[in-house]
């Protein structure tokens, strides 16, 4: 006797499954070739199991399609997760490159900002020239009177 089992709405735990058994019937042999019979019952019952099984096909293809699709999707996140961490790269070169150029900004700033504003050396050396001109013609004017 063939037991076949039956997986159309079946639970994942492998101990909820309906046992289907094809029905015995009568052995008939015609012209020498040997025939199954089967009361209208049995037939009913066999036609059953035969929705189930198409039932069964039907839902395994429309899994294994939605397997190929997640597949597909799977290698398409993957696509993206690599090219966000290229991204995520040449964005960190580019942040690096960029703290760099305000750093030396930066540095050039504060040493601007506490150089003492006297001017250049050149006006230093000018106003040390007419001071000591100047204090030369009242040291003589001095000397004179």
Same mark, same amino acid.
């Given at each position: 006797?063939?037991?076949?089992?039956?997986?159309?709405?079946?639970?994942?735990?492998?101990?909820?499954?309906?046992?289907?058994?094809?029905?015995?019937?009568?052995?008939?042999?015609?012209?020498?070739?040997?025939?199954?019979?089967?009361?209208?019952?049995?037939?009913?019952?066999?036609?059953?199991?035969?929705?189930?099984?198409?039932?069964?096909?039907?839902?395994?293809?429309?899994?294994?399609?939605?397997?190929?699709?997640?597949?597909?999707?799977?290698?398409?996140?993957?696509?993206?997760?690599?090219?966000?961490?290229?991204?995520?790269? !040449?964005?960190?070169?580019?942040?690096?490159?960029?703290?760099?150029?305000?750093?030396?900004?930066?540095?050039?700033?504060?040493?601007?900002?506490?150089?003492?504003?006297?001017?250049?050396?050149?006006?230093?050396?000018? !106003?040390?020239?007419?001071?000591?001109?100047?204090?030369?013609?009242?040291?003589?004017?001095?000397?004179?009177?």
């Amino acid at each position: 006797m063939l037991i076949v089992t039956s997986t159309a709405n079946a639970d994942p735990n492998p101990q909820d499954y309906e046992l289907f058994k094809v029905p015995k019937g009568q052995t008939k042999i015609i012209d020498g070739y040997r025939h199954q019979c089967l009361n209208f019952d049995e037939f009913t019952l066999l036609l059953e199991f035969e929705a189930s099984m198409v039932e069964c096909e039907m839902e395994t293809d429309l899994k294994d399609e939605k397997i190929e699709l997640l597949e597909l999707q799977i290698t398409d996140l993957k696509i993206i997760t690599q090219l966000q961490k290229q991204t995520g790269d !040449a964005m960190k070169v580019e942040n690096d490159r960029l703290f760099g150029l305000w750093k030396d900004e930066n540095k050039k700033r504060h040493l601007a900002e506490n150089k003492p504003h006297w001017g250049s050396w050149m006006g230093w050396t000018v !106003a040390g020239v007419s001071t000591a001109v100047l204090a030369g013609f009242i040291i003589k004017d001095q000397l004179s009177d």
